[in-house]
């Protein structure tokens, strides 16, 4: 496995989004979760992102007990920001806005530390910015849980460029995780830009555009009953066909060079730069097999300027309405 850095942090060249075992497109049950997660490590991967809302809870502590024989070797993000009902409903149900409060701060990391069975968070990020919270106030209370030990390094999911450059004025900020592939172009407008500008790196989450980009789903009967895709905008019947005509153009330049359509988007993100790490998510050992063979896969400036002209117009919107409130106006 290839290694890269993302600002001081050394992690594999690509991650493994853990999301999936128990929020998003419809969870699966511990045992196979722990399986995945062993078979990363066997094949290289030391970097794992989870989250308190993902589940909420469960998710962290599958992470934990997943990889707590191998914790020293690996490198665990976890994220936090929402304000999590205490009950009423599983994963996203429960988010009632973002929290951004150095006490949620504070709260939330000594959850996770317990959940995930350490003694400090390897990448702390900031999930989504609060509005009512000035970025200044966020991100001081996180310096100081890497002050008290608690964090080695400091990262935030979706904010603006000026929101990045005001956390990294209080605190060297590691890492952003932000939506990227394909699929979704967004941080190629100014925020990649100004990544590499205060040497901070990308963590694309989503790199196969929610599973889109594999060419496997076809129609909303291929989702489970409670996958949250059957919510977003990309996967609706009057967006579904004009979006499918993409994907069959990136199957037929990945069938003219004997990979996959999911390695040949994955190997995409990859070759935007060696500052990018993606995240891309995996239940089954076989998918992940498939991510991780992406990292070998050599693309020209030709073959990578081909395969954007061959996905350019996705029609959609990203999130539906709820989602989208929750990101920051660019």
Avoid at 142 to 150: D, R, S, T
């Amino acid at each position: 496995m290839q290694e890269r850095k993302l600002g001081e942090l050394e992690v594999s060249a690509i991650g493994l989004g853990c999301m999936g075992f128990t929020a998003a497109y419809g969870g699966q049950d511990e045992a196979a979760s722990i399986a995945t997660l062993h078979h990363a490590v066997d094949r290289g991967i030391t970097f794992f992102d989870t989250a308190e809302v993902y589940g909420p809870y469960e998710n962290e502590e599958i992470v934990g007990r997943g990889l707590k024989d191998v914790r020293d070797k690996v490198v665990i993000a976890t994220k936090f920001g929402f304000d999590v009902a205490p009950e009423g409903g599983t994963g996203f149900e429960r988010m009632r806005g973002a929290d951004g409060t150095p006490d949620n701060a504070r709260r939330a990391i000594e959850g996770s530390l317990r959940r995930l069975g350490t003694d400090v968070i390897d990448l702390f990020y900031l999930h989504r910015p609060d509005p009512k919270t000035p970025i200044e106030e966020s991100v001081g209370a996180m310096a100081e849980l890497v002050q008290a030990g608690k964090a080695r390094f400091l990262g935030l999911s979706e904010v603006t460029a000026d929101q990045l450059r005001r956390a990294h004025a209080v605190h060297p900020i590691t890492a952003l995780q932000s939506e990227y592939s394909l699929w979704e172009r967004y941080v190629e407008e100014e925020m990649l830009a100004t990544c590499r500008e205060l040497g901070i790196g990308l963590v694309p989450y989503s790199p196969l555009g929610r599973g889109f980009l594999s060419g496997k789903i076809r129609s909303k009967a291929d989702l489970e009953a409670n996958d949250f895709r059957a919510t977003l905008p990309r996967f609706d019947a009057a967006n579904l066909d004009a979006n499918l005509k993409l994907v069959d153009r990136l199957r037929a330049i990945a069938e003219e060079k004997g990979v996959t359509p999911a390695q040949l988007a994955l190997a995409w993100v990859l070759a935007q730069g060696d500052d990018i790490v993606p995240i891309p998510g995996s239940r089954k050992i076989a998918n992940l097999d498939d991510n991780i063979d992406a990292v070998d896969i050599e693309l020209t400036p030709e073959d990578r300027a081909r395969i954007a002209d061959a996905m350019s117009g996705v029609q959609g919107a990203r999130y539906a309405e709820r989602e989208m409130a929750m990101l920051p106006q660019r």
